[in-house]
């Protein structure tokens, strides 16, 4: 998922630069005070780890290779987000620097991609999704496998979409090819991280998060909201529904009127260019979804009393 | 080896390939002025032929499959572009001395608190590597070689043991640093001489020239 120079438009570039840029001084900032001397080695060790893991491919299908990200593996090993997106960015400045693996102007994008979508979507998932397993520590390797394989398929929808926006490639062809792929990479991530967790919860349990994670109150149902609309909507059933099915059974389905031109490009749940895709079904719901939060949160802040 | 300091042959080789990097897809003329450059300071670190060809032929077979969807045209400028980049840095890597690595990176532009996790991963990354050989060897000494033996390594346990193994020694390297007065950096040459900072500041305007001229229309 590393892309090359001459891969995103300037534009594109920039601005996912200022993004990732932003996000490491935030970073930066929050895991100055953390970062203790027990820290520093392990901090340093999980950085050269992950880079050694992304040089080692292995094969998916159709002739494709996948490597670990390890953005949800860093963060859970190292107990916080913001050190692991330190760690990820550092990783990816010495690939493109001097391996020449992403492009030095593709650098903000790779690391808003791997580094902040792919650890801030497993940890933001993490941590709800440990709960509903029943929140024991033990829970703790199968809750970060799920979490790291949807981190990585979210990083690829990012990088699908910056391609699309650049006009490298259409939305159309980049995001069924991308997410298709990386599903599959996504797979072994979990398989891996999952795996090296289950060895560490046995033999070093401290270096883990305890028992009872600090779960955010606003977590849990706007990830489950999210995992909803985004993942279980591609099994929603494409019959009719009940009017629907009714006006086709009694023939009046064809009074259906298009005297008012819809300008919305999300008609039917699905996105415009990707009708056929089932992933724009997901991208309308997760979309959607958004749009609602944002227009409840905005009427209640209008409807709530002053003094509250 | 050459006498060049290690922070002022870094920031060569980074001002060049960041020159590179922000080029016109297409200009082919400045392409090629940047290769002779970079086979210039390729030959004068006197890097290792053999070794530079070998790792040069892998990593271009890995991006020739990310950039022939592009078109044959697109595509080779941007195989080539990166060619020199990783001749470049592939060059400037070989012929670092032994366990300089996170030196090196510690001359990186970069801001004060990851320019030490640079470092404490470059210094870490040696004992990964050195513990990947422990026990790898001590694998086929309990007879666990021949063609099978890729799967040991695809067994998560085993990563998890050599994360593990890996974590001990660097904190047993990380104490020992402390004791000797480690503050979160290496008493590294990373000053520079006037004559270092009179050849950056000439050699960034000369990538910055030959980037600016890249988007012109001459040639």
């Keep these: 998922m590393h892309i090359p120079d001459g891969f995103l438009s300037p534009p594109v570039a920039i601005a996912t630069g200022i993004a990732s840029a932003a996000v490491i001084a935030v970073a930066l900032n929050r895991t100055r005070a953390s970062l203790g001397l027990r820290q520093a080695p392990i901090m340093g060790l999980t950085t050269a780890f992950v880079f050694a893991a992304q040089m080692i491919n292995f094969p998916v299908a159709g002739g ?108 159309n062809i980049a995001l069924p090819a991308m997410v298709g792929v990386h599903i599959l990479i996504g797979i072994g991530e979990g398989v891996i991280t999952g795996g090296v967790l289950t060895y560490l919860v046995k033999v070093r349990p401290d270096l883990l998060p305890g ?98 | 080896m050459s006498k060049l300091s290690i922070p002022f042959r870094l920031r060569l080789s980074l001002t060049i390939v960041i020159g590179i990097g922000f080029m016109k897809t297409g200009a082919w003329l400045w392409l090629g002025i940047y290769g002779a450059i970079a086979l210039l300071w390729s030959f004068w670190l006197r890097a290792p032929l053999r070794t530079l060809a070998q790792l040069l032929g892998a990593e271009l077979l890995f991006l020739s499959l990310l950039v022939l969807p592009q078109g044959w045209e697109r595509a080779s400028f941007l195989l080539l572009r990166s060619l020199i980049c990783l001749l470049i840095m592939n060059s400037f890597l070989l012929t670092l001395p032994p366990h300089s690595f996170g030196i090196a990176l510690k001359g990186l532009p970069l801001p004060a608190g990851l320019q030490e996790i640079v470092l404490l991963a470059g210094q870490y990354l040696e004992i990964l590597l050195a513990e ?17 033996g890729w799967l040991r390594y695809a067994s998560a346990s085993m990563i998890g043991a050599l994360y593990l193994r ?14 000797r007065g480690y503050q979160g950096s290496l008493p590294t040459d990373s000053k520079s001489t006037p004559k270092e900072r009179l050849w950056v500041t000439l050699a960034i305007l000369t990538a910055a020239g030959l980037t600016i001229a890249s988007y012109s229309n001459w040639a």
């Design chain 2, 166 to 179: 890996s974590l001990d020694r660097a904190e047993r390297v990380h104490a020992a640093m402390m004791i």
């Design chain 1, 64 to 171: 494709t290779s996948g490597h670990l990200l390890g953005g949800a593996l860093a963060s859970v090993v190292l107990g916080n987000p913001w050190a692991a997106t330190l760690a990820m960015s550092t990783v990816f400045i010495i690939q493109s620097i001097l391996f020449a693996d992403g492009g030095i102007t593709a650098l903000g994008a790779n690391i808003f991609n791997m580094g902040l979508v792919g650890i801030w979507v497993g940890w933001w998932l993490l941590q709800p999704l440990q709960q509903l397993l029943g929140g024991s520590r033990n829970r703790l390797p199968l809750a970060a496998g799920i979490a790291a394989a949807l981190s990585v398929v979210a990083a690829s929808v990012c990088c699908a979409i910056e391609l699309a926006i650049s006009g490298t490639v259409p939305l």
């Design chain 1, 211 to 308: 028992e009872k994670p600090q779960l955010q109150k606003w977590l849990a149902p706007v990830v489950g909201v999210l995992l909803i609309s985004g993942v279980l909507s591609l099994f929603a059933s494409s019959w009719p529904d009940g009017l629907d099915s009714v006006a086709e059974k009694y023939g009046f389905k064809d009074k259906e009127s298009a005297a008012i031109e819809n300008p919305t490009p999300l008609a039917d749940y699905k996105v415009k260019g990707l009708e056929e895709q089932p992933i724009g079904t997901s991208i309308a719901g997760l979309l959607g979804s958004a749009v609602s939060f944002g227009a409840a949160f905005g009427i209640a802040q209008l409807v709530k009393p002053k003094d509250v």
């Design chain 2, 132 to 148: 990947v050989n422990r026990m790898k060897r001590s694998a086929q000494l309990r007879g666990l070689s021949g063609t099978g």
